[in-house]
């Protein structure tokens, strides 16, 4: 989609061709995106929301470009992930980032079964549409959890809600939120550790 770059870029007056690149283009588009690098032209990565090839389909150009032996230069940006982890209280010194988990409900208990027994922070995205559902099934198979679940940050309607996980999952239930969720689960052994302290 290229309304969000195309009203940053009137903010500027830059004036430059928008090409869209999404998941269901990105081979399509990307041959195309890759003629005119091969041609010497000087092509910017940028998406609508957070840092280009971080849990977005950024990263097929990206590959394509070093196969191709054309230079990619980084430029820092925003990531839910990092912003959402800076401010959580989680440990940070080692976390594991599953993007999306899925949709199906097998496959999705099949991913929780896997996370139960991370000993580092876990995080993942999710939409409103199925956070409940996927903290309820979080907590019916790995049981209780310190939780921290990120909303719209760096917005308007910034929201973050830090504590258990059957706590913050009423509070969800409750209300109904909009934006897409970024959420942090910290191992057992640091749950229990909070949890300790809380009681004295």
């Known amino acids: 989609d290229t309304r969000r770059t195309k009203n940053l870029l009137q903010l500027y007056e830059i004036k430059t061709k928008l090409i869209s690149y999404h998941d269901y283009n990105k081979e399509q588009r990307g041959k195309k995106i890759l003629e ?21 389909p950024g990263y097929y150009l990206i590959n394509l470009a070093i196969r191709n032996d054309i230079r990619v230069v ?27 988990l899925p949709r199906k409900i097998n ?3 099949q991913t929780i079964e896997i996370l139960r027994d991370e000993d580092r922070t ?11 559902n996927t903290l309820k099934e ?4 790995a049981g209780e959890r310190w939780v921290v679940v990120a909303r ?12 258990p996980l ?3 999952l009423a509070k969800l239930r409750a209300k109904k939120s909009k934006g897409e969720f970024t959420v942090l689960i910290s191992s057992q052994k640091y749950t229990e550790k909070v949890l300790s302290l809380k009681k004295e």
């Open 166 to 168: 059957s706590e913050v």
């Open 122 to 132: 876990v995080i993942f995205y999710e939409s409103p549409y199925r956070i409940i």
């Open 152 to 163: 719209e940050l760096t917005k308007f309607y910034e929201e973050i809600i830090r504590g």
């Open 74 to 100: 980084p430029v820092p940006g925003v990531s839910a992930i990092i912003a959402a982890l800076s401010v959580s209280g989680l440990p940070s010194d080692r976390f594991c980032f599953e993007g999306f």
């Open 107 to 109: 496959s999705l208990r």
């Open 138 to 141: 979080f907590l019916e198979i």
């Open 36 to 56: 005119y690098l091969l041609a010497g032209k000087t092509v910017a990565l940028v998406s609508d929301a957070g840092t280009p090839g971080i849990s977005d």
